[in-house]
């Protein structure tokens, strides 16, 4: 509950920026509009009076360079804000309203299986409404990695390694993620206790004489699909790993090694003056460049990957087996973060201590 209260504050907090935001980009917006039209008065006016002069007109592009500049300011203060962490954050509350929703639409199946005579068009209404819900959450997920994909452009090494994890969700990463065989794994573990609670139910005779539709109640054919699935996706994983291993391996080629030895010396040779090393800067700079443009291309096929196998389990299963499968998904990943925020603050603590 404390953990929400918070994700509740920090989007209380931006949405308060973003309202501020907003009032001065309308204020933008009105000085915009006002230079559009004087310049047109201007221009006007200088096509019909030869005595306008250059320096005239070079001070009206001087006023409407400044005034871009401080538009174009305003954009850049607002994704300052609005970083990936904060974005990250509010996603997690997001998600956790998702994991309620799907408890509340299971609990309601469940129930209504149980007390109600079914009729088929009351399934078919029930499946479309679990349907709906399945696909809001999926595309919850769509949004999340098309954020992602926009600051991977932007800080690929940071994405690789992202500060708003704890240790343990460090500990468990694949490429900036989830590693996509685990979702398997999951699967597996979710239908396996559904499964061994219908046999306990069994044992003590308060087994039902209808199915339950959880991942209990997988037929034969989704479950080949699921291990086709599985060692599709396995076989990709191991080619993205090997494609990362390369990258990795990359950092040692001679164009690296030669220019740390380059600046090495640099440094054992430094005089006072000028500073050489900061003179190998640029050089510094694009021999990296091409290494995070390697990496960013890697971790644009992991989060791909790991979008696919997500959607491809949904779609294999029915409605309201696709609910189970989420709940477990969510359930895993905000205890994890939980976990792992609790561990990293007692780490902490007892650091500080004398």
């Known amino acids: 509950m404390a953990n929400t209260n918070i994700l509740d504050a920090e989007r209380e907090s931006f949405h308060r920026f973003f309202e501020c935001w907003l009032d001065e980009q309308n204020q933008h917006l009105h000085d915009l ?18 005595a306008t002069t250059t320096a005239a007109i070079n001070t009206s592009s001087t006023s409407l360079g400044k005034l871009v500049e401080r538009v174009v300011k305003h954009y850049e203060h607002y994704y300052e804000r609005e970083s990936f962490h904060r974005f990250f954050e509010c996603w997690l509350a997001e998600q956790n309203q998702h994991l309620h929703d799907l408890i509340t639409a299971a609990k309601n199946n469940t129930t209504s299986a149980a007390t109600n005579p079914t009729t088929t068009a009351a399934i078919n209404t029930s499946s479309r409404s679990l349907g709906t819900l399945v696909e809001r959450v999926v595309k919850h997920y769509e949004h999340y990695y098309e954020v992602k994909s926009r600051w991977v452009k932007q800080d690929v090494l940071g994405m690789l390694s992202p500060s708003w994890l704890s240790s343990l969700e460090d500990a468990f990463l694949w490429i900036g993620g989830w590693r996509p065989s685990m979702a398997f794994h999951l699967f597996h573990s979710k239908s396996g206790l559904q499964l061994e609670v219908r046999v306990a139910e069994f044992i003590r005779g308060f087994c039902s004489s209808g199915s339950k539709g959880d991942l209990a109640d997988l037929s034969s054919h989704q479950l080949t699909q699921v291990d086709q699935m599985q060692q599709r996706t396995v076989k990709e994983e191991r080619d993205i790993s090997e494609k990362m291993a390369k990258r990795q391996e990359a950092v040692a080629d001679s164009s690296l090694v030669g220019l740390s030895h380059v600046i090495t010396e640099l440094m054992d040779a430094g005089n006072g003056g000028d500073d050489p090393v900061a003179e190998e800067d640029p050089r510094v700079e694009y021999a990296l460049a091409s290494k995070e443009e390697g990496l960013e291309e890697v971790l644009h096929r992991a989060d791909n990957l790991r979008l696919r196998t997500l959607k491809a389990i949904t779609h294999i299963l029915t409605p309201i087996q696709a609910v189970h499968f989420l709940i477990a998904a969510a359930e895993l990943h905000l205890r994890l973060h939980d976990w792992g925020k609790k561990k990293d603050a007692t780490t902490r603590a007892q650091s500080s201590q004398p």
């Open 33 to 50: 509009t006002i230079a559009a039209r004087n310049n047109t008065t201007a221009t006007t006016t200088a096509a019909t009076n030869p």
